[in-house]
């Protein structure tokens, strides 16, 4: 059995995920982006049918949040570990894992710093929609990971930026996207492991003269992403505006997944 200490940490990368600790508003954001997207595949069934399970016993989740990707994996698990920077994640990852493992344990600290946790000693370790803000720690991932085993990272296309840059300047949040995205992933990835293979998710989120409510909600949940650019009032304001004009609003969402190996 493994034990735990907490490690607190505050940085910028923290103060922009705060809004993930808002299960509600998540939730609630999770069926937009579901209910307008092309791709009617659940990206996290896309990247559960990736692995093969039979080999994927001790599992560690960074940047896990509540346990989104928990909620679809499958039970018969011996050890989930997730790592997550908001104490208010604890509790609500807690109870998908243990549903899943036998033993679940959470860890709060900032990404990347040393984890404390034994050197090769996971089959899997998942890191989605979140190796942006620590792609520091891909070190780290390649010492946790057993040989033999998988890393698997779901990430953005920078190109997600396109169709809101034609209005506002998102330089800041381009450089956290450019962190890790799915353009540069590989090559950064290369540098600690020897394969590196990738799942494409192609997507698009549509919104129509109905949807202004569900288009006001969708950018006001990225607000801590956009602020330090623009004032998210203002981008909402203006994004409700070009949908009440043009009838349709379109915006990129492509995806991509990393299934790594040493």
Same mark, same amino acid.
């Given at each position: 059995?493994?034990?735990?200490?907490?490690?607190?940490?505050?940085?910028?990368?923290?103060?922009?995920?705060? $809004? #993930?600790? +808002?299960?509600?508003?998540?939730?609630?954001?999770?069926?937009?982006?579901?209910?307008?997207?092309?791709?009617?595949?659940?990206?996290?069934?896309? &990247?559960?049918?990736?692995?093969?399970?039979? /080999?994927?016993?001790?599992?560690?989740?960074?940047?896990?949040? #509540?346990?989104?990707?928990?909620?679809?994996?499958?039970?018969?698990?011996?050890?989930?570990?997730?790592?997550?920077?908001?104490?208010? +994640? @604890?509790?609500?990852?807690?109870?998908?894992?243990?549903?899943?493992?036998?033993?679940?344990?959470?860890?709060?600290?900032?990404?990347?710093?040393?984890?404390?946790?034994?050197?090769?000693?996971?089959?899997?370790? &998942?890191?989605? #929609?979140? !190796? #942006?803000?620590?792609?520091?720690?891909?070190? @780290?991932?390649?010492? *946790?990971?057993?040989?033999?085993?998988?890393?698997?990272?779901?990430?953005?296309?920078?190109?997600?930026?396109?169709?809101?840059?034609?209005?506002?300047? %998102?330089?800041?949040?381009?450089?956290?996207?450019?962190?890790? $995205?799915? @353009?540069?992933?590989?090559? !950064?990835?290369?540098?600690?492991?020897?394969?590196?293979?990738?799942?494409?998710?192609?997507?698009?989120?549509?919104?129509?003269?109905?949807?202004?409510?569900? *288009?006001?909600?969708?950018?006001? %949940?990225?607000?801590?992403?956009?602020?330090?650019?623009?004032?998210?009032?203002?981008?909402?304001?203006?994004? &409700?505006? @070009?949908?009440?004009?043009?009838?349709?609003? /379109? %915006? +990129?969402?492509?995806?991509?997944? %990393?299934?790594?190996?040493?």
């Amino acid at each position: 059995m493994l034990e735990m200490t907490t490690t607190a940490g505050h940085t910028h990368e923290t103060r922009v995920i705060r $809004s #993930y600790s +808002n299960h509600r508003l998540h939730a609630e954001v999770g069926a937009i982006i579901r209910e307008h997207s092309e791709n009617k595949n659940d990206i996290r069934t896309v &990247v559960r049918d990736a692995i093969a399970w039979d /080999r994927a016993k001790s599992i560690a989740d960074l940047g896990c949040g #509540y346990g989104w990707f928990e909620e679809v994996m499958p039970a018969g698990r011996d050890l989930i570990v997730g790592v997550d920077c908001l104490a208010e +994640n @604890e509790e609500p990852f807690l109870a998908a894992a243990r549903a899943r493992a036998a033993e679940a344990l959470f860890r709060m600290m900032t990404l990347p710093a040393p984890t404390g946790l034994p050197t090769a000693h996971f089959d899997l370790i &998942v890191s989605l #929609y979140s !190796l #942006y803000f620590f792609p520091g720690a891909i070190p @780290e991932i390649a010492r *946790l990971l057993k040989p033999g085993g998988v890393f698997v990272c779901l990430t953005h296309s920078a190109s997600m930026l396109e169709e809101g840059e034609h209005y506002f300047d %998102f330089r800041n949040l381009r450089k956290v996207i450019e962190r890790f $995205s799915a @353009e540069n992933g590989e090559a !950064l990835l290369r540098q600690h492991f020897a394969k590196v293979n990738y799942i494409d998710y192609p997507n698009a989120i549509v919104f129509h003269p109905d949807d202004e409510k569900s *288009l006001a909600t969708y950018i006001d %949940f990225k607000r801590e992403f956009i602020e330090k650019d623009v004032d998210p009032a203002i981008v909402r304001e203006k994004m &409700v505006a @070009e949908l009440k004009r043009k009838g349709q609003l /379109r %915006f +990129n969402k492509n995806d991509r997944i %990393f299934v790594v190996g040493k």
